[in-house]
């Protein structure tokens, strides 16, 4: 092995190592720059050290009990372990592990524990807090319960939330004399909440500064979040609280804590309180906060002994909700339960005697229910319900629910374990917002966020693009309960088309409960106090994203069920909808679609006239014709009772399926004088902005739209984007579909690969990322023109978007589900370069330099594909017979039989 020794000191950094070309040991110091950040030092550090390592071994260690990593650096205690690890993606290990295991076997167990572990040191405050709840809550696809300690309440620092899929209600709020209706995902009573007193004080209250030491680990093999905290009171009494939470993952209803003291210096009297309070708000979001939030109405509690369970229902939507507790004490004999019940909440608690140094734990079972998928009362469902025996019950419940995921899910990479754990965490949180037994019983898709926060109201959106195929590719059945949220929202759809004087079905940007618009039209500019539009409904692209998906799950899957009894009629559904918005002009004998806007949010309209919206937008006209294309396709493949059936149902008539053919090929688009494809007509008009000129005023620019119009500017002006937009369409569909598409509408591209290079360059330029979902998009793109650097980059920034929380405060509010999807995408269908777009898979790897192997299975046609790819070769197996093209080669293999195809690099630089 190649270690990098570290003594860690508050002044400096003195590390060792062996000199790989003259075998000598190199001594060295770092000394910490008081003026500078730990991180700036750290980053610095980084810049004077050879890149061979393989492993860092951290010498003087302080708190070998929580970690043997953590040491005491410019005047604090860090976990150098995890910054190590996030610094130079390799295994960092304590002397202590080192010594007992050998520095090979320490290393590959850390290895093996980064890989598995969301892990935090130490106790934080206010959005940063709140963002590590977002990305430490558990959840299975019915509820997301944040990874917060369970003795917090809301404040400014902690958020104890917990969400059920589907479950929204609105609420109006009277702002500036306008009536303001939100709808939102309700955050349900909170029924986590435990804390302890000791002789006879009041209820330990969280907050920042009692926490002497913290580390907080979520276990993504077992499920398991394990809060471990050393609390030193204001009257010198010290304990130690270990928290476990897990989610039941196949009874889905149930999750479990189990919370365990241990008085350090101290014997006597202690309670533990438990909780089930029912008169939470919606407050995650901070600018929401003075937006109505109160949803729920309690309407009884009612205690039996060691069960408790509170009954509400929401304000309006009328939602039947039942929340139960039940808590045991597995290991304290002669403990005391006292029950209190309130207007809205239920509060139990457990007395008995301690002695200093041993240890007493209160577990509870806690059970929701709601009307929206239960048909019996709730109260009784609650009462029926089969708990486990006990935590370790549940936690063996979990682990073999979440080895099954695992099996299925898991993408392994050798080579980073960053990386690795981060492209874990996607899968956990993608596991936490949907599971397909789960699904099947609800009438829900996936949000923007998650099930992790308050961000967006919970709304479902386009962002469902970037998240199915994942899903798809191993859980083929969740999509499909997924996309049955649009159908059995296609009536919502149809009468949103009408409205705005349209045919067919327009799907809303922002859904939730009914399919409505729940996009709002105005918003209140706090600097002037006006209200001013909000036109991002006007990204009616959304409907083709929900085509797309519909396609997507059909070519994976091939289920023809599916397709004609749903499927198809949503796609003549949409399809008219194009329809009836394309405008012919006789003069350039060309169609055009209006009052539109591209997945770009900084521009919502012309500057002159913004209401109308935009013109011919490349994208929305790109994926018109393609979804034309599919459904003149799909109709040469269905049967004929098929087509008429769904014809009937969609009044899609024969004059449809000409007006398809004729706009499909002469949608409008606009190219200037170098073959740059506009994002909407009249873009070259625009004027270009010196971005520079911004930074230096401002530093960080992602959000360009805010700093113009705080300066009474408008980005509506200038040639920018939020994201990617013209380019989009090279996302979803094939290099080859794209250009074919072009050629189709007109506009022939002589050479492709040039015209992908230019475009690339010249949008890249021009967009600031401020979407989570820009940068992986362009980490793909940049692939295409090889630009193996800057894609590394983007990747990586995208990657960790979540995990470093990039946007300075919004993984507070929850995840962001698109870009967790789009990264596994990208990594499965650009790094390895399993492509699944076409009628059979086909590979092209653009390996990363920086990684060794990528392991992982998918499903395609009903065969469970297994492979493993690296810089020189893709190891292929199925478990039916099947034909798969590899670097250029048709490759048939039989069931369960092994080939390897040896390739030649088309290495991606890191
Ligand atoms: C992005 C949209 C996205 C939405 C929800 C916005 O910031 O611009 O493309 O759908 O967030 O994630």
Redesign the pocket.
Known sequence: MKPLYLTVTDKHIKYSYEDLDTKTTIDKVYNINAAKTLGENLDNFKTKLPNYFDVVVILNPIDVELRDTIVSCGNQPIDMGLTMENLLHIPTVGVHDVARLGIKQAASAEIEHAGWHLDYYGSYSKKRQYGQESLQTIGNGYFGLRGSYVEARETDDYYPGTYVAGVFDQLTTNINNRDIVNEDLVNLPNAQFMTFSIDDGDPFNLSPDVIENVYRSLDMRTGVLTITMIISLPNGKRLKVVTKKVADMKNYHNYSLQYTVQPLNFSGEMRIFSEIDGSIENANVERYRSFNGKHLIVDDTKVDGNRAILLAHTKNSHVNIAVGTRIQCPNIDGSELSSNRFQEKIAQSIGFHVVEGRKYTVEKTVSMYTSLETDSSLEFAVNDHSHHKNFADAVANSMRCWQKIWKKVDIELSGDITAQKLLRLNEFHATVSAQEHVNKDLDASVG??GLHGEA?RG?I???ELFILPYYTMHFPDLTKHLLMYRYNRLDAAKDYAEQNGYKGAMYP?QSAMYGDEQSQSLHLNPITNQWDPDN?RK?RHVSLAIAYNIWNYYNMTQDNEFMKQYGLEMLLNIAKMWISMSEYDPQTKQYSISNVMG???FHEGYPDAKDSGLKNNAYTNIMTSWLFNTIHHLLEIEPQEVIDENFKRADFTKDNLNDMKNIGQDLKLEFNSENILGQFEGYFKLKDIDFDYYRRQYGDISRMDRILKSEGDSPDKYQLA??ADTLMALYNLTEKNFMDILDQMGYPIENPEQFIKDNVNYYLQRTTH?????RIVYSMLALKVNDTKLSWQLFYEALTSDYYDIQGGTTAEGI???VMGATLNVVTSYFAGVDFRGDQLVVEPHFPEAWNTLAFNLSFHGTRFYFRVSKESVIVKADHAAVVKICGQQISLNEDEEKTINYEPLVAES
């Open positions: 923007a966020r967006y709304h959106f386009w962002d940007w991002s990204q997945p770009d949010e939020k994201q401020g979407s989570t979902l820009s962001h589900l698109g």
